[in-house]
């Protein structure tokens, strides 16, 4: 299947409505009120530095752009939060949408450049090293 075939068949309302996530931060800040956990209490729970959740809570980085945490970092802030599974799996997706593309085509014959061109057209980044 070629990319334009692909991106044709995936115009369709299926997948680019679908691609919709919370901003990480926002996701944080909304599961810390509804459990009442402090800044402290994050801190303690996913032993993570405070510089690092002061980060994620204001959205940036030290070079003055948004904040994009780690896998550890998730995982962290998952312990830190009690998270449920469907919370987690919801910072997780808003912290790496391209995981709802790369899953639902792993194991179909689409190959890395399909889901790219997915991604591509969502606005997300690519998936693997694109200057090869």
Do not use: H
């Not at 002061?54 to 752009?65: A, E, F, H, V």
Request: charged share 20%; hydrophobic share 35%.
């Amino acid at each position: 299947m070629t990319n334009s075939t692909f991106r044709n068949a995936n115009n369709s309302n299926e997948n680019n409505a679908s691609i919709k996530f919370k901003d990480f931060t926002v996701l944080v800040k909304q599961l810390m009120e509804a459990k009442n956990i402090t800044r402290t209490e994050l801190i303690e729970g996913s032993c993570l530095s405070k510089v690092t959740v002061s980060r994620i809570l204001r959205n940036t980085n030290n070079k003055g752009s948004g904040y994009t945490p780690t896998m550890n970092v998730v995982s962290a802030i998952c312990f830190g939060l009690k998270a449920t599974d469907a919370e987690a799996e919801e910072l997780l997706l808003s912290a790496f949408p391209q995981w709802k593309i790369g899953r639902k085509y792993f194991s179909k014959e689409y190959g890395i450049y399909d889901a790219n061109a997915i991604l591509d057209d969502n606005g997300l980044s690519p998936i693997g090293n694109t200057e090869l």
